[in-house]
């Protein structure tokens, strides 16, 4: 079956940063659209980042541009999120999700798999 695993997520202090990974197995990885979201506390889940099947297209939030990039390695089975310049507001749980789909989009109701999430906490 497919499953998405997250990792890389912790405690970091403002400022800092974190790289964040997602490994992917069961599916055609190259062939899907890869996506990270986030849920805050008391928050809904929103859209982070996307990045095309290929890697040529990435989109971002407008909160996170400029501090997040995200990539893809498709020999690896892995996309990546690159986070710089850490807030207290980027503390959520941060998940990837996968999209067959031949669009990216932020849509959340397009992606067809999603991971468990990893912890992402910024303290002050």
């Known amino acids: 079956q497919v499953q998405l695993v997250e990792s890389g997520g912790g405690l970091v202090q403002a400022g800092g940063s974190l790289r964040l990974s997602c490994a992917a197995s069961g599916l055609t990885f190259s062939r899907y659209v890869m996506g990270w979201f986030r849920q805050a506390p008391g928050k809904e889940r929103e859209f982070v980042s996307v990045i095309s099947a290929s890697g040529g297209t990435t989109y971002y939030a407008d909160s996170v541009k400029g501090r997040i990039t995200i990539s893809r390695d498709n020999a690896k089975n892995t996309v990546y999120l690159q986070m710089n310049s850490l807030t207290p507001e980027d503390t959520a749980v941060y998940y990837c999700?996968?999209?067959?789909?031949?669009?990216?989009?932020?849509?959340?109701?397009?992606?067809?798999?999603w991971g468990q999430g990893t912890q992402v906490t910024v303290s002050s």
């Open positions: 999700a996968a999209a067959g789909t031949t669009f990216t989009t932020y849509y959340q109701q397009a992606y067809n798999y």
